[in-house]
């Protein structure tokens, strides 16, 4: 298998076209709002954000699998068309696999129901849920978690403890496209420049 090459699957490609990027952000699909926050929260500026990143790897059965498509012909080989900034995870095949979607939701939720009792707070009404329930809303900006815990009395005492847990930037590492880490890691990339899709020979 070639480490070098990315491969995207998507239903209804346009092979004549370049993708450009999104003008807005992305929820994601495979992994809570929660943990999708906190990742955010606590990515390295070096690493692309996942919001406005698209999806590969470097096996096309895996970017199928993880595309929740089937078909060989809905894979691709991706040719960017700039300099693309490229991580690659080194623990999973796809994130929503990764520890910290059990982890980190336990450790907030703990956190959140203090001396309460389990799933109490989880339980209170909306108002009574204060700011911190807005963690729990898609695509949150670093600043905008950042307040949240300084707002939340729940979560202030316990926001370097959370930061200290998110453990999913330490598995992943930056690369170059045509110089993988791995065979079989989840792939994500912010692509200014744009890139194209063409089949696989």
């Known amino acids: 298998m070639d480490n070098g090459q990315i491969y995207h699957a998507k239903k209804g490609a346009d092979l004549s076209k370049a993708y450009t990027p999104h003008e807005t952000r ?19 500026e070096r690493y692309p954000s996942r919001r406005n990143a698209k999806f590969g790897n470097p096996d096309p059965k895996e970017a199928l699998r993880s595309a929740h498509l089937s078909s060989p012909d809905q894979v691709y080989r991706v040719e960017f068309l700039g300099d693309p900034k490229v991580a690659q995870m080194t623990t999973d095949r796809d994130a929503r696999d990764h520890s910290d979607c059990r982890s ?14 389990r799933y109490s707070w989880v339980s209170q009404d909306r108002d009574e849920k204060g700011p911190a329930a807005q963690l729990f809303q898609p695509c949150l900006k670093k600043e905008e978690v950042s307040q949240i815990f300084e707002e939340s009395d729940m979560l202030r005492p316990h926001r370097e403890e959370i930061r200290e847990a998110v453990g999913f930037w330490g598995d992943v590492v930056s690369v ?4 993988l880490d791995n065979d079989e890691g989840e792939v994500f990339f912010e692509y200014e420049g744009g890139f194209r899709l063409h089949p696989i020979e």
């Open 176 to 179: 170059e496209p045509g110089d």
């Open 26 to 44: 992305r929820p994601p699909s495979n992994v809570s709002y929660l943990v999708d926050n906190l990742w955010e929260w606590a990515r390295p």
């Open 104 to 117: 980190l939701r336990k450790l907030v939720v703990r956190a959140l129901d203090g001396d309460m009792g």
